[in-house]
């Protein structure tokens, strides 16, 4: 039978369709422990306790746009008074400081706080990951 140019089997025909693929060996590849690894491990070993904390609240405080943003405004100034923030972000000094929090308390930026405002870096020990993460 055909539908709009296609040929359609009948019921019959589709269940002894199914029944050769079923019944058609399918060859196994031998595993040879002893053959060298296609590709090396990502990592020596798996993540302790602790260092899977430390980065789940790192990507945490990275899955969102804001604090993104804020990040890349920080990584490309070099060092940047909260004030000057406010406006680029459109959002309220509340709102900044939340995110700048955020992301102080994951290690990826750090603060310098003078008279009213706190001028921001990206902490020394995090430049190479966070040029990863903004794609540089």
Do not use: N
């Not at 039978?1 to 019921?11: A, E, I, L, N, R």
């Not at 993104?68 to 972000?89: K, Q, T």
């Amino acid at each position: 039978m055909d539908v709009d140019g296609f040929s359609v089997g009948t019921h019959r025909q589709m269940s002894m369709f199914e029944e050769k693929i079923l019944a058609m060996p399918t060859a196994r590849p031998k595993f040879d422990r002893d053959a060298p690894a296609c590709c090396p491990s990502v990592t020596d070993a798996p993540l302790a306790e602790t260092s899977a904390a430390v980065l789940a609240r790192t990507y945490a405080a990275l899955a969102d746009p804001v604090r993104l943003r804020l990040l890349s405004l920080i990584a490309a100034s070099g060092e940047v008074c909260s004030c000057d923030l406010i406006e680029p972000l459109a959002k309220s000094q509340p709102t900044v400081s939340h995110h700048t929090k955020v992301l102080a308390e994951a290690g990826l930026i750090t603060g310098d706080k003078r008279e009213r405002w706190v001028y921001w870096s990206i902490e020394p020990t995090r430049v190479d990951f966070v040029r990863q993460v903004l794609g540089g």
